[in-house]
């Protein structure tokens, strides 16, 4: 089979065309995506920046109890629950010192691997909190 951009050389596909066959991929991420830590001036802290975020927009469905808990089974009210990771997880929740490798990461993009974005049916995270989860994750993701 020719590929799109192969037809369209060919002058078998007008340009319009093409757009119509290009994935959709959502809007970028305000966050690039590399293991560097963003700030390296500014260590980010679980209990004083991660845990805010999750409980402020995560916990609908990710806190026993609530809701939405049974879809996931992810616990992020704390760093042992999140470490201990869902019912469901598709691969390591959180790699140290390697954000684009945790699906904690890869779920907070405008693109996941599998699934859904998150947090599910609500705007994505302000480009902030996801700068301070992916600086936690690439400074080791750390307890403090």
């Known amino acids: 089979m020719l590929r799109p951009a192969l037809l369209l050389f060919a002058g078998v596909l007008p340009a319009a065309c093409l757009e119509a066959l290009a994935p959709e991929v959502g809007p970028p991420s305000p966050v690039p995506a590399c293991n560097d830590d ?3 001036a500014r260590d980010a802290s679980f209990r004083g ?3 805010p975020i999750f409980q402020r927009a995560c916990g609908r469905c990710h806190a026993p109890g609530e809701e939405g808990f ?3 089974g ?4 704390s760093y042992a629950s999140l470490r201990a990771g869902g019912s469901r997880s ?3 929740i959180v790699v140290d010192g390697e954000p684009c490798a945790s699906v904690l990461w890869q779920k907070l993009g405008p693109a996941p ?5 998150m947090p599910r049916d609500e705007s994505p995270l302000p ?3 996801l700068g301070l989860i992916h ?3 690439a400074e080791g993701a750390r307890d403090d």
Do not use: E, H, K, Y
Request: hydrophobic share 40%; no cysteine.
């Open 38 to 40: 963003l700030d390296p």
């Open 49 to 51: 920046d991660v845990l």
């Open 70 to 72: 049974d879809r996931s």
């Open 74 to 77: 992810l616990d992020l009210t």
């Open 90 to 92: 598709m691969g390591a």
């Open 113 to 117: 691997p599998f699934g859904d974005r």
């Open 127 to 129: 480009g902030a909190d």
């Open 135 to 137: 600086d936690w994750i």
